[in-house]
């Protein structure tokens, strides 16, 4: 089955610097892909979802590149803030498929 | 926005004893979902559910029961609780077509069994 590896599992930065997590998946039949947020004693919170067709995805400060060649999903903050300091999950699953498989997680630091 | 809520967001339990979590959503979705997160595993599936009535084994489902009486309840039973289930758990939503893998979390229980 799908199975995700994550890296880094921890990344600590300072503010205004740029953060890159990535993750790298086994299924090339992968079809969505996720990022989540966790904040210290929350759930997870969707970042972005990207779809297989659709290689780049930016949002508010961070962008989300899909290498489907080389079966990686990656984010990257572009200046970091330390409202940014959280648990971040890529997730991955298939078409049509229930099953949502995560990555180990990255717990970033940003420091001011 | 979708809202997961789950009970209770604290327990201690007793080896041996029968714990249950539950879990309530007012999105209206199919799809539920129970994980457990643990350090360096990420989130692995327990149990889930299509909607009332069925439950369906995932990943890690060995001494964990679930039950899904409503579209809004889904339950994680424990029946005799050992100190390796001490973890946080996580109940999750998901609708179906093109949103079914998104997926809406509650804000974990947290377990500890002594």
Known sequence: GEQVEQRPPHLSVREG???VIICTYT???SYYFFWYKQEPGAGLQLLMKVFSSTEINEGQGFTVLL???DKQ???NLTAAHPGDSAVYFCAVTGTGGYKV???SGTRLLVSP | EAAVTQSPRNKVAVTGGKVTLSCNQTNNHNNMYWYRQDTGHGLRLIHYSYGAGSTEKGDIPDGYKASRPSQENFSLILELATPSQTSVYFCASGGTGPSQNTLYFGAGTRLSVL
């Open chain 1, 101 to 103: 498989v995560f990555g």
């Open chain 1, 27 to 29: 299924d090339p039949n």
């Open chain 1, 67 to 69: 290498n489907k060649k």
């Open chain 1, 17 to 19: 610097d740029s953060a």
């Open chain 1, 73 to 75: 999903l990656s984010l």
